[in-house]
């Protein structure tokens, strides 16, 4: 879009919403709202990117310290990358992100509305995070943030061991993970509800409602 097109847009937002809407195979459709001067991207259910989801990451992260800046850190479902600046600026982690998202269409909104690009210090991978999650290296992040909502859904693989078990896997000796959840979600792997099988898998847990609908799952590999 041309520089002169996108201030015009950015002043006409002051003055009522503007509204793109983008064909996605996953989510029916994805929108992207700008009102005065400020970015979000909805599906028709629930806030993708910015918005309320930053808020409930923002608050997340302050029970994820900063042990080592330059560590490796994994972002599962990355919508339009606004868990970025808050490892980036607010969390100052300079250290490599790899960032797992499913659908192309969000990965081709975070680049033209949000100018989210691959970099030397970050990875964009189209996948699937169920089957890419086996294939990344052992005891390797410190951080991984899971973000896997499909619109209001949680992918049924959340319900199963094994994603958790690969969680436990890749992440360093103290290492956490930061889980975005729903308070409504009923998650029983191995027939136990979620936080038991996970202190049994060998994870601390802090389990935290926030935002009405959203649960947080702190979880720390000790060390």
């Excluded at 809407?21 to 009102?35: F, I, K, M």
């Excluded at 629930?46 to 330059?70: H, K, W």
């Excluded at 030397?120 to 999650?133: E, K, M």
Aim: include cysteine; hydrophobic fraction near 50%; charged fraction near 15%.
């Amino acid at each position: 879009m041309p520089d002169w097109l996108t201030a015009a847009r950015h002043l006409l937002s002051y003055l009522l919403p503007l509204r793109r809407r983008v064909p996605s195979a996953y989510s029916g459709w994805l929108e992207v709202v700008t009102w005065r001067g400020y970015k979000v991207l909805n599906t028709a259910s629930a806030n993708y990117s910015y918005g309320s989801l930053q808020r409930v990451l923002r608050y997340g992260l302050r029970f994820v310290p900063v042990l080592d800046a330059t560590a490796p850190v994994l972002v599962l479902g990355l919508g339009g990358g606004s868990v970025l600046p808050l490892l980036r600026r607010e969390q100052g982690r300079i250290g490599p992100i790899t960032a797992i998202e499913l659908d192309p269409a969000v990965l081709r909104v975070a680049a033209d509305e949000f100018g989210v690009q691959p970099a030397p210090d970050l990875a964009l991978v189209c996948a699937d995070a169920f089957a890419w999650l086996p294939t990344a290296p052992a005891a390797y992040f410190e951080v991984v943030v899971v973000d896997l909502f499909l619109d209001l859904t949680l992918p049924a693989e959340l319900g199963g061991a094994a994603f958790w078990q690969q969680l436990h896997r890749v992440l360093r000796p103290g290492g956490r993970a930061l889980c975005n959840l729903l308070v409504t979600a009923q998650l029983w792997p191995d027939g136990q509800p979620l936080p038991e099988f996970l202190e049994a898998l060998g994870f601390a847990v802090q389990d935290i409602e926030v935002e009405q609908l959203n649960r947080l799952l702190v979880l720390q590999r000790p060390a």
